[in-house]
């Protein structure tokens, strides 16, 4: 079950934390991976762990919210038949501390990066008459999270072009789904508290992992493992949904 062999997949941000997870999974599935990354070296990183355990990787550096950018990349690797969008950035911040530039820029990798590539890879899915397409939401998309005003913003329109991308192309075999995690913890995460919790990074981990009900936040590794799921052929009667990945927080956090 969940065999990608002969399947090409792209996935946005396979650096590192969940990427570079879907991206090892995937590989070790069979699909040949193709990963886009801001960071040339991280994406060479995982690459180069993909080929040492005899599975086949390339890497494109590319700024996701650079619509020429991708759709060189789109055109360079040529057949699609998965797509994860999974690159993404946060900012903490509310309506009155988040400026203009803030909110642009989390829209810019976030919500247009996403865009740019649904731009580049569904024609082509069209065009073969199928597809798998995963986006990478939040717990933001269902629920308020106090001071994260553009990134819950973004993480809703992921949710909202999922549903979209669904409906208007279920016709041409192309599925489009969406995972919603709550924190997973990631080098991201790790970083995340170093720069905004600075002296506070041991309190902040603990507090943010008993967020969740369950206690802890969750593996890269686990939502890697729903991502094969929901792009796999076993997963051909799924699409226009969104799997909340939470650890019990949005119906159990009473």
């Known amino acids: 079950m969940f065999n990608l062999s002969g399947k090409t997949a792209v996935i946005t941000g396979g650096g590192s934390g969940i990427g570079r997870a879907i991206s090892l999974l995937f590989a070790r599935q069979g699909a040949t991976v193709h990963i886009l990354e801001l960071s040339a070296d991280a994406g060479q990183a995982t690459a180069a762990e993909i080929g040492a355990a005899g599975g086949t990787a390339h890497t494109h550096a590319a700024d996701v919210s650079q619509q020429p950018q991708v759709k060189a990349v789109f055109d360079a690797i040529g057949r699609v038949d998965i797509l994860v969008n999974n690159a993404g950035i946060a900012h903490v911040g509310n309506v009155e501390t988040t400026s203009e530039a803030d909110l642009d820029r989390v829209y810019q990798v976030n919500v247009k990066g996403a865009y740019n590539c649904l731009h580049a890879a569904v024609p082509r899915m069209k065009q073969q008459g ?37 409906r208007d192309y279920m016709a041409h075999g192309i599925r489009c789904n969406s995972v919603s995690p709550a924190r997973v913890h990631t080098p991201f995460v790790d970083g995340f508290i170093a720069k905004n919790y600075p002296g506070q990074e041991a309190e902040m981990f603990e507090k943010l992992s008993a967020s969740q009900p369950i206690g802890r936040m969750a593996k890269p590794e686990e939502v890697a493992a729903l991502a094969l799921y929901l792009c796999s052929d076993e997963a051909g009667f799924v699409t226009g949904c969104d799997y909340p990945l939470d650890g019990g927080f949005i119906k159990l956090n009473n």
Request: charged share 10%.
């Open 130 to 166: 199928a597809g798998a397409i995963l986006n990478l939401a939040s717990i933001a998309s269902h629920v308020g999270l106090a001071d994260r005003l553009a990134y819950s913003m973004s993480k809703g329109a992921i949710f909202a072009m999922t549903m979209s991308v669904a």
